[in-house]
């Protein structure tokens, strides 16, 4: 059964730092993991999708990197913004034939103050 | 390109009534997964349909049920709503049935906020 955990669990930073969230999963055997934003009583919004096959990803000042050896996954976001301010979730597959189902992290609360 | 569709986006119904929430996938999407959403437990899967299958469902009751017609759109359906029914429900829809083994990407919709007095 996956299990996914992220760390922190809350973030507070001035604007234009750089930051990591982290992401750490039991089962080694994915192919693929999701990041996500998500802002107050919104829906989920795709941030990247990382394949095993990639080990990082990015899109425009985000990074994501992925170790299935150690069970873990980064998300680097560079030059931070008050617009980053966000829940960000990783989510994995849950392994073995359980079709359509993403487990998620209870995720990082982030807050950027000017 | 439209994105994943939710309606309604908010609702208000007094306990033992029933609810039926709608989503509309991305063109050409044929996977619609349900999840809920709480403070208290997060993300919890609710069922995935798949070319109007379901293939797979979560630990809830069998209050909630869904169902996808021949076009991917897929509605849940809850009965006899409890408190405990108060969540914010997403839908996220995928190219093909989000296995282990298979790279597909999921999208979700702004959600359904249901509020159970």
């Known amino acids: 059964k996956q299990e996914v955990t992220q760390i922190p669990a809350a973030l507070s930073v001035p604007e234009g730092e750089n930051l990591v969230l982290n992401c750490s999963f039991t089962?080694?055997?994915?192919?693929?993991l999701q990041w996500f934003r998500q802002d107050p009583g919104k829906g989920l919004t795709s941030l990247l999708l990382?394949?095993?096959?990639?080990r990082e990803q990015t899109s425009g000042r985000l990074n994501a990197s992925l170790d299935k050896s150690s069970g873990r996954s980064t998300l680097y976001i560079a030059a931070s913004q008050p617009g980053d301010s966000a829940t960000y979730l990783c989510?994995?597959?849950?392994?073995?034939?359980?079709?359509?189902?993403?487990?998620f992290g209870q995720g990082t609360i982030l807050t950027v103050h000017p | 390109k439209a994105g994943v569709t939710q309606t309604p986006r908010y609702l208000i119904k007094t306990r033992g009534q029933q609810v039926t929430l709608s989503c509309s996938p991305i063109?050409?999407?044929?996977?619609v997964s349900w999840y809920q959403q709480t403070p208290g437990q997060g993300l919890q899967f609710l069922f995935e349909?798949?070319?109007?299958?379901?293939?797979n469902k979560g630990n809830f009751p069998g209050r909630f049920s869904g169902r996808q017609f021949s076009n991917s759109r897929s509605e849940m359906n809850v009965s006899t709503l409890e408190l405990g029914d108060s969540a914010l429900y997403l839908c996220?829809?995928?190219?093909?049935?989000?296995?282990?083994?298979?790279?597909?990407?999921?999208?979700f919709g702004q959600g359904t906020r249901l509020t159970v007095v």
């Open positions: 063109s050409g999407h044929r996977s």
């Open positions: 089962d080694s055997a994915i192919y693929n």
């Open positions: 989510a994995a597959p849950a392994g073995g034939t359980s079709y359509g189902k993403l487990t």
């Open positions: 349909y798949f070319s109007e299958t379901q293939r």
């Open positions: 996220a829809s995928s190219l093909g049935p989000l296995l282990q083994g298979m790279n597909t990407e999921a999208f």
């Open positions: 990382i394949q095993s096959s990639q």
